[in-house]
C-alpha cells in the first residue's frame, strides 16, 4: 500500500474549500461556519534549510512556515498547492498557529467568508510587500520585521508561530 495515496503532506479542515479568491488568485473559503478555536488546518510539507527556500520559491511559490532559523516548511508540490489552496494575507487575520503545525480559527469564521492568516505570524525570511487586504488594521506594507510590533504581540502574540514566539523579548 502507498501511504502517499492514501494521505496527505497536510489536511485542511472539511468546512472550507480551495476558490478563486479576489484577494489574490486561489485562496481558502468556509463552506460552512468555524468556530473559535476550531482546527482548520494542520500543516505538512518538505523540509527546505533557509540556505536553499529563495531557490524553492521560485519553482514552487512563496507558500511554506518558517520552523526554525535554519528550515522552512513548504507544500511537496504545486499540485499540493492547487488542491489544498492558499492562505492569503490579511492584516485581520481569522486564523493562526496554535503549535508548530496546527493552525486554527482566532474568532469564529462565517459560512462563505475567506480564511486568512498574518504573513507576519510566520516567519522572517519574505520580501516586503504592499498590503491589498483593505481592513481597518491594514498596515499598507508587510514586512518580514512586522513580528517585532508590540501591538501585533500584544493582540495577536498566542497564534504566532512557535519559531516566532521564541524570539519576543
Not at 521560485?58 to 504545486?78: N, W
Not at 485581520?92 to 462563505?112: M, T
Request: aromatic share 12%; proline share 4%; net charge negative.
Amino acid at each position: 500500500m502507498d501511504l502517499h495515496s492514501r494521505w496527505t503532506h497536510r489536511w485542511r479542515n472539511p468546512k472550507t474549500d480551495s476558490f478563486e479568491s479576489p484577494i489574490h488568485g486561489l485562496g481558502v473559503v468556509a463552506n460552512a461556519d468555524i468556530a473559535k478555536g476550531e482546527v482548520v488546518m494542520v500543516y505538512g510539507g518538505i523540509v527546505v534549510p533557509r540556505s536553499e527556500i529563495r531557490e524553492y520559491r521560485k519553482e514552487g511559490g512563496h507558500a511554506g512556515i518558517q520552523l526554525s532559523e535554519d528550515f522552512f516548511m513548504v507544500p511537496a508540490s504545486r499540485e499540493e498547492l492547487q488542491t489544498e489552496g492558499i492562505i492569503n494575507h490579511s492584516c485581520e487575520p481569522n486564523f493562526g498557529f496554535r503549535s508548530q503545525i496546527e493552525l486554527v480559527a482566532i474568532r469564529d469564521i462565517s459560512k462563505d467568508e475567506e480564511v486568512f492568516l498574518d504573513y507576519g505570524f510566520m516567519e522572517t525570511d519574505f520580501d516586503s510587500f504592499e498590503c491589498g487586504c483593505d481592513s481597518s488594521a491594514c498596515r499598507g506594507k508587510v514586512t518580514p520585521d512586522d513580528w517585532k510590533r508590540k501591538d501585533l504581540q500584544d493582540r495577536f502574540g498566542d497564534y504566532f508561530s512557535p519559531y516566532l514566539k521564541t524570539k519576543f523579548n
